[in-house]
T-cell receptor
Framework: GAVVSQHPSRVICKSGTSVKIECRSL??????MFWYRQFPKQSLMLMAT?????????EQGVEKDKFLINHASLTLSTLTVTSAHPEDSSFYIC????????????????FGPGTRLTVL | AQTVTQSQPEMSVQEAETVTLSCTYD???????LFWYKQPPSRQMILVIR??????QNATENRFSVNFQKAAKSFSLKISDSQLGDTAMYFC???????????FGQGTRLTINP
């Protein structure tokens, strides 16, 4: 239980275009999902917290208009990188708070496999 | 604000040996959770072990166990009979009870040599 998927796993796009990354909880409902960014050999940096049916909460320094987050259902959150530039190239990871039925319940985050974004 | 410190950027041991990864944290709160996550070369974050601060008993999951010292704010991970598949980045993380955001340490890169 508590499987989280991400799509796509890799994406290459041209500078100035927009890219959408999907995060799905496959076998449970997730009212809260998180989006992280990870640079090579570094820890995860939280970008935003996504709550189903409401606006995302962004961390300080993260541009809301550039990284659009939509959590329209209990199993899907999307991150759209708008007008992408080479400096947006990174590894993006989503996570979801686990279901109550699992040990650890909603206090444990389960992670997707990540999306590698390359902006040319 | 809570902080998590992993003082060992890299470690390397031989297969079948036992290795301990260090983690310390700073908080003035009493109720929280601590986690160890593993990130292998595939970069998929995998939950290794979880500890509730109110529990005195150390959590164990097969070859993985923790030494939770609440007074010292220490949460080390012991891997027994290490295997090649244990090669990964290991992240220690803290979650305040009632909060949503995980606080991660900087990570320890563990290499298991054949």
């Amino acid at each position: 239980g508590a499987v989280v998927s991400q799509h796509p796993s890799r994406v290459i796009c041209k500078s100035g275009t927009s890219v959408k990354i999907e995060c799905r909880s496959l076998d449970f409902q997730a009212t809260t999902m998180f989006w992280y960014r990870q640079f090579p050999k570094q820890s995860l940096m939280l970008m935003a917290t996504s709550n189903e049916g409401s606006k995302a909460t962004y961390e300080q320094g993260v541009e809301k208009d550039k990284f659009l987050i939509n959590h329209a259902s209990l199993t899907l959150s999307t991150l759209t990188v708008t007008s992408a530039h080479p400096e947006d190239s990174s590894f993006y990871i989503c996570s979801a708070r686990g279901p109550l039925v699992l040990a650890g319940g909603t206090d444990t985050q389960y992670f997707g496999p990540g999306t590698r974004l390359t902006v040319l | 604000a809570q902080t998590v410190t992993q003082s060992q950027p890299e470690m390397s041991v031989q297969e079948a040996e036992t290795v301990t990864l260090s983690c310390t944290y700073d908080t003035s709160e009493n109720n929280y959770y601590l986690f160890w996550y593993k990130q292998p070369p595939s970069r998929q974050m995998i939950l290794v072990i979880r500890q509730e601060a109110y529990k005195q008993q150390n959590a164990t999951e097969n070859r993985f166990s923790v030494n939770f010292q609440k007074a010292a704010k220490s949460f080390s991970l012991k891997i027994s009979d290490s295997q090649l598949g244990d090669t990964a980045m290991y992240f220690c993380a803290f979650l305040l009870q009632g909060a949503q955001k995980l606080v991660f340490g900087q990570g320890t890169r563990l290499t298991i040599n054949p």
